[in-house]
């Protein structure tokens, strides 16, 4: 049973029509259903479908207006805006400020908090940037086995386009401008702990150097330095090494051991302990995704 | 009426907020153009972290960077609604792209991205 079920999931998945009538498919629904529709007589009628059309608008609006003057009632339950008083401010807050120094060596407290306190979130975060990053990979990559002849021909239009049609203002501005745009990034990348920024911002600021260049002289160009394989190699690298260092300072911390691993004084670069290596994986992981994001949406390949 | 007027200005970013999700809400349910109803969930998500924003901000305090050597709690803004509203933009950005390469995969299949145009010639490839 569990084996016809397994195969009719890998008919489903191949597109072909469920035969069994037993097994419940999506696929199969549809042709009872129009089967159904063919034995009655029964005809999907232009009428029916303008008034759910009509229902359909009338109801939205509805539940919207609805939820807008729910939501405006409760805005004026809560706590004046800018209230030092307010719930949100509890002693959760005072810790990560009062403490948080001392315990993270971050002088910036967003930061100690998001890859200290809270880091198994933020190593969430990277994995949900990769989960996506890797979906979008499998749903639009034109590779050998996965390409038709429209997309052919639209991917060998775009890469004429791209090798005929360089803007040499355009490509001496951007070579002058990307060097910049990268040491910006790692500056922020390498600066997220004693002054606002981090892996995310840095990583957005470096993944858009990127996508700038790659715009201007041709994702071919970019595939030089950086093709699938390191794309896969940095992000798995960083995910990886964000892992092992985040087990290892919580089988430490769990088990009240010593770290060894020493946080620095505050405000030095080399400071916080393992929060710059953090901001480091996660300032690749971002970039990676960003330039990923941009070539797979261009082109289909990275 | 006046009182209401100025308590709608001390609540200015919370009531911006909850309008901008409405234009967003309705946006993602009515338009018919994919692409649309996908720009109008972002503009839910942008509404939801102006509200988030505006929950950590305290009158007269500065933002969450060690200044000065001052260690009280009463000097600085709060800091976890920064740290929230990044987690939601991150959740926000790997969606819109899911979201874009899925109607890019149906434009390649149907050639439109009209909304009602794809159910149509879906079910006619069904029967």
């Known amino acids: ?302 | 009426m006046k009182e209401l007027f100025k308590l709608a200005v001390v609540y200015r970013f919370e009531l911006g907020a909850i309008l901008l999700f409405g234009i967003g809400f309705m946006n993602l349910l009515l338009q018919k153009n994919l692409i649309r109803k996908i720009i109008g969930f972002n503009v839910m998500d942008s509404s939801v972290f102006l509200f988030l924003a505006s929950q950590g901000y305290i009158e007269g305090r500065i933002a969450p960077v060690l200044t000065n050597g001052s260690m009280q709690a009463a000097t600085y803004v709060n800091p976890i609604p920064a740290g929230l509203v990044l987690t939601g933009i991150v959740v926000s950005v790997s969606v819109s792209a899911f979201f874009l390469a899925l109607v890019q995969r149906l434009y390649l299949k149907y050639g439109t991205v009209e909304f009602d145009e794809i159910m149509l010639l879906a079910k006619k490839e069904a029967e």
């Open chain 1, 1 to 302: 049973m569990k084996n016809e079920w397994f195969r009719a999931l890998v008919r489903w998945i191949d597109g072909e029509p469920a035969h069994d009538r037993r097994i419940r498919t999506p696929e199969g629904q549809r042709v009872r259903r129009a089967r159904r529709a063919q034995r009655t007589g029964e005809q999907f009628s232009d009428q029916a479908a303008k008034r759910f059309a009509w229902g359909y608008r009338i109801s939205a609006v509805v539940i919207c207006l609805s939820i807008v003057c729910t939501l405006l009632y409760t805005v004026f339950q809560l706590p004046l805006f800018g209230a030092a008083d307010s719930p949100a401010n509890n002693e959760v807050v005072e810790r990560y400020i009062e403490k948080g120094v001392e315990e993270t060596g971050a002088v910036n407290f967003v930061t100690g908090m998001i890859l200290d306190y809270r880091a198994f979130d933020t190593f969430g975060e990277s994995s949900v940037l990769f989960l996506a990053v890797t979906s979008v990979l499998i749903l639009l990559l034109r590779d050998k086995n996965n390409i038709s002849e429209e997309e052919d021909l639209l991917t060998a239009h775009e890469f004429f386009i791209e090798r005929e049609m360089q803007d040499l203002i355009l490509q001496k501005v951007v070579a002058v401008v990307m060097p910049c745009i990268l040491l910006f990034g790692i500056y922020v990348v390498l600066n997220g702990h004693i002054s606002p920024g981090g892996g995310f911002s840095g990583g957005a600021i470096m993944g858009g150097g990127l996508i700038l260049y790659g715009a201007s002289f041709g994702i071919l160009a970019v595939r030089r330095f950086f093709n699938r394989r390191t794309f896969t190699a940095i992000t798995t690298a960083a995910l990886l090494t964000y892992a092992a260092s985040k087990a290892y300072s919580f089988f430490t911390g769990a088990n009240g051991l010593e770290t060894g691993i020493p946080l620095g004084t505050p405000g030095a670069i080399l400071s916080s302990g393992l929060i710059l290596v953090l901001d480091i994986c996660v300032g690749a992981v971002v970039t990676c995704t960003m330039y990923g994001f941009y070539a797979l949406f261009a082109r289909g390949r990275l």
